[in-house]
């Protein structure tokens, strides 16, 4: 088994807690964050899109793996 075809085993949207530890700040930045797992062009590539929050700020970023 690939190691896409484990990534695959996970598709679907999940939904979790990031933590962010930022050295200037007096305590980790937590926020509810997102993950889509996303098989594309016939499971060739997995698409990983994400969403998390920083001090309040929406922030976004997807990641294709193949």
Not at 7 to 20: D, E, F, Q, V
Not at 25 to 31: F, G, T, V
Request: hydrophobic content about 35%.
């Amino acid at each position: 088994m690939s190691p896409l075809d484990k990534l695959a085993k996970c598709s679907g949207n999940w939904l979790g807690t990031n933590r962010l530890h930022d050295p200037t700040a007096s305590a980790p930045d937590d926020s509810q964050s997102t993950a889509a797992v996303t098989p594309v062009l016939g499971g060739k590539f997995i698409r990983l899109d994400y969403t998390w929050a920083y001090r309040g700020d929406p922030q976004e970023g997807s990641l294709l793996f193949g």
